[in-house]
């Protein structure tokens, strides 16, 4: 079947604007994770959906940070005001059911901010 | 303060050789652990993973060990390939509270088989 999906692969966008990633999970995943990994850096942890559960948002690195998951399955994270620290891969993952810990990854958004 | 550390950024082998790439965490409420590969310009893929009830666990020509006293785990490939060439990644996580199942990850190693 379909695997995660992420648009736009790539993004160049000017230092201020706001920017919007979208992820498609895999069908029926009701956990739906955004790590994102910065130049030489492992992946780092961002926001969390799991159902109609409140989503983890521990990770967001500012409030210029947001994410929403509609109807429990595409979700859309939006940076306001970029910055060019910003600049880094977008990955988006999913899993099946609470009890599983394997994530199947999308292929990223690769955002640069100029 | 990174909690899952992968201290040698790169690693090259001769082909039919064996792989071993090291893993070492911080936090010891991580109970479970994963091994991600990843190729330029895709998403990591899982490759294996172990509990820490269990201190080895194969598949194929992989095979990951977890030393919980020395919170270490190694991921061991035999024969290595060269289509092994990837970025690998070490990720671990907490047991489930709540809705948190987030995995925390190192910065990954680089593995170059020879041919």
């Known amino acids: 079947g379909a695997g995660v999906s992420q648009s736009p692969s790539n993004k160049v966008t000017e230092k201020g604007k706001d920017v919007e990633l979208r992820c498609d999970p895999i069908?029926?995943?009701?956990?739906l994770y955004w790590y994102r990994q910065s130049l030489g850096q492992g992946l780092e942890f961002l926001i969390y959906?799991?159902?109609?559960?409140?989503?983890?948002k521990s990770g967001l690195p500012s409030d210029r940070f947001s994410a929403e998951r509609t109807g429990g399955s595409v979700s859309t994270l939006t940076i306001q005001r970029t910055q060019q620290e910003d600049s880094a891969v977008y990955l988006c993952?999913?899993?099946?059911?609470?009890?599983?810990?394997?994530?199947?990854f999308g292929p990223g958004t690769r955002l640069t901010v100029t | 303060d990174q909690q899952v550390k992968q201290n040698s950024p790169s690693l090259s082998v001769q082909e039919g050789r064996i792989s071993i790439l090291n893993c070492d965490y911080t936090?010891?409420?991580?109970?479970?652990f994963l091994w991600y590969k990843k190729y330029p310009a895709e998403g990591p893929t899982f490759l294996i993973s172990?509990?820490?009830?269990?201190d080895k666990n194969e598949d194929g020509r992989f095979t990951v060990f977890l030393n919980k006293s020395a919170k270490h785990l190694s991921l061991h490939i035999v024969p290595s390939q060269p289509g092994d060439s990837a970025v690998y990644f070490c990720?671990?996580?907490?047991?489930?509270?709540?809705?948190?199942?987030?995995?925390?990850f190192g910065k990954g190693i680089t593995l170059s088989v020879r041919p």
């Open positions: 993952a999913s899993t099946p059911t609470l009890g599983s810990y394997e994530q199947y």
């Open positions: 069908s029926g995943h009701t956990a």
């Open positions: 959906f799991q159902g109609n559960s409140a989503p983890d």
């Open positions: 936090n010891s409420m991580f109970d479970y």
């Open positions: 172990i509990s820490s009830i269990k």
């Open positions: 990720a671990a996580t907490r047991p489930h509270t709540g809705a948190n199942s987030k995995l925390t």
